[in-house]
């Protein structure tokens, strides 16, 4: 072998360097996620409830929220009747 090397080697010395920058992307992004996932949003959504009780809209969301849930097993439950049906 020469001291230079061939253009192979240097071939796969970039192509361990890429996979190698690839490999350390994806573990950032996995640290990233798993930051996410660790992430305590209770007080967060505590808060968001106080504040929606202390503004006056709680009942409001609360009360659409029923009737979309109403409309949807509504809809579930023809759905599952049609079926029988068939």
């Not at 490999?23 to 950032?28: A, F, L, M, P, T």
């Not at 409830?49 to 029923?66: F, N, P, Q, V, Y």
């Amino acid at each position: 072998l020469d001291a230079a090397g061939s253009p192979h080697d240097d071939e796969q010395r970039l192509e361990a360097h890429a996979a190698l920058a690839a490999e350390e992307e994806k573990r950032e992004q996995w640290k990233i996620e798993n930051d996410r996932r660790r992430h305590n949003y209770l007080p967060f959504c505590v808060e968001l409830i106080r504040a929606l009780a202390g503004s006056g809209k709680m009942e409001e969301l609360t009360k659409k929220a029923t009737e979309r849930t109403v409309k949807r097993r509504k809809q579930a439950q023809a759905f599952l009747e049609s079926k029988k049906g068939m």
